[in-house]
């Protein structure tokens, strides 16, 4: 559907008061900015690619990275070829057919939906793994041995480590909150519409997720094949 003259003013207004829900799903000026042009879709491939690929395990202490200086570019430069195109298939094949299935939730109900809706979404989608990274690079890549027993740990170590769970245990939901604000704020959808979009989200989500988990693992042992022998 394209955007009228009335649909580029609700974009503006739409979603403009601050409230609490703004520190953790963040402000509606930052939904209402997410462009639609493709300018910008590389760096959030490689965003979410880097999480997919980088911070699916400690590639360190599995030795991923011994080897000569030539084996190591090599691993290095496959890591980040990689990183990028699973971060391009995971945010297409998460968000392009959301936003299909929102735009036709739009064109059922008769209601405005913003044009460009795949790229902003997908944007959106991507933007939500800046909550990811952080902790789980944290948890993944910590000196700490999380696989001996947890009553080898201090004190500290335990709090540590429940923190990070408990912070990764939440992000999935905040990453669905965010990009369902997005679409509120981007559209002007009925509550039930979106909702259904929600439920829709949560479930295809978590399906491409594990697909993506396979195809990130075969990707790594492949390339740790690099100068093995």
């Known amino acids: ?29 930052v939904h209402r900015r997410i462009s639609r042009k493709v300018t910008g879709l590389a760096g959030a491939f490689l965003l979410v690619g880097v999480f997919d690929v980088i911070l699916s395990r400690n590639l360190v202490r599995d030795g991923f990275f011994t080897g000569g200086m030539l084996t190591g570019a090599a691993r290095v430069g496959g890591l980040l070829g990689l990183s990028l195109l699973l971060g391009a298939i995971d945010v297409f094949c998460v968000m392009w057919p959301i936003a299909d299935f929102a735009r036709l939730m739009a064109r059922v109900s008769e209601r405005f939906i913003s044009g460009g809706i795949r790229i902003i979404l997908m944007k959106s989608y991507a933007l939500t793994y800046l909550f990811f990274v952080p902790p789980t690079a944290l948890l993944v890549y910590n000196p700490v041995d999380w696989n001996t027993l947890p009553e080898s740990w201090s004190a500290t170590v335990r709090l540590e480590f429940l923190l990070l769970t408990a912070i990764i245990a939440m992000v999935p939901l905040l990453q669905l909150g965010i990009v369902f604000r997005t679409l509120s704020i981007r559209s002007k959808l009925q509550l039930f519409p979106r909702l259904l979009v929600l439920a829709v989200m949560f479930i295809w989500m978590r399906m491409a997720g594990e697909l993506i988990q396979r195809i990130s693992g075969a990707g790594i042992a492949w390339l740790a094949t690099i100068g093995a022998g």
């Open 1 to 29: 559907m394209q955007i009228g003259a009335r649909g580029k003013s609700l974009e503006k207004t739409r979603g403009s008061a601050e409230g609490p829900l703004d520190y953790l799903l963040m402000p509606p000026i």
